[in-house]
């Protein structure tokens, strides 16, 4: 099992930057399919970014395109989620995730098996 701690979380305005960060423990992530979701009040958890375990191939919902990067360093056992161009309708509860499976674009929330415990990122208009 492994243990994610998200941090960086915070108040900003519309059109300004934050960059989350993911810290696993207890087991080493590079084997790992990492992944970002969000959820806010009265709304299911959604898929926002995904990243395969060797880095390449960072994949995102049509919502964020453009605007959010995914990465890892597999050394440091962290995952990050760097956030451009914030939109009030990017308020919501961030989480991090680790999937084992490897192949394809994993994007449920039931195809991973390990989950922090989240990080408030609140836009204001």
């Known amino acids: 099992q492994v243990q994610l701690v998200e941090s960086g979380g915070g108040l900003v305005q519309a059109g300004g930057s934050l960059r989350l960060s993911c810290a696993a423990s207890?087991?080493?992530?590079?084997?790992?399919?990492m992944g970002w979701f969000r959820q806010a009040p009265g709304k299911e958890r959604e898929f926002v970014a995904g990243?395969?375990?060797?880095?390449?191939?960072?994949y995102y919902a049509d919502s964020v395109k453009g605007r959010f990067t995914i990465s890892r360093d597999n050394v440091k056992n962290t995952v990050f989620l760097q956030m451009n161009s914030l939109k009030s309708e990017d308020t919501a509860v961030y989480y991090c995730?680790?999937?084992?499976?490897?192949?394809?674009?994993?994007?449920?929330?039931?195809?991973?098996?390990?989950w922090g415990q989240g990080t408030q990122v609140t836009v204001s208009s």
């Open positions: 995730a680790a999937s084992r499976y490897s192949g394809g674009l994993v994007r449920r929330p039931g195809d991973y098996t390990d």
């Open positions: 207890g087991r080493t992530i590079s084997t790992y399919t």
């Open positions: 990243i395969a375990w060797s880095g390449g191939m960072p």
